[in-house]
């Protein structure tokens, strides 16, 4: 679903997300996942669709 999206021309993650919510919404199965924006957001970065979250140094 995610390379759909981008291929439809979205780019943008939180737009991403955001129509990702929406058919979770929809769909009754997808209701059943959880931290599903987490996994939308691990899942677009592991495939490259956007760029990997830099890890925060704190010193």
Known sequence: MLTKL???GYSD???IISVCM???ADVPV???VQ???DRIRRSAEVLGLVPAKAEDDDE
């Open 13 to 15: 993650l939180d737009k």
């Open 6 to 8: 981008v291929e439809l």
């Open 22 to 24: 929406k058919v979770q």
């Open 35 to 37: 931290n599903l924006e």
């Open 30 to 32: 997808l209701a059943k």
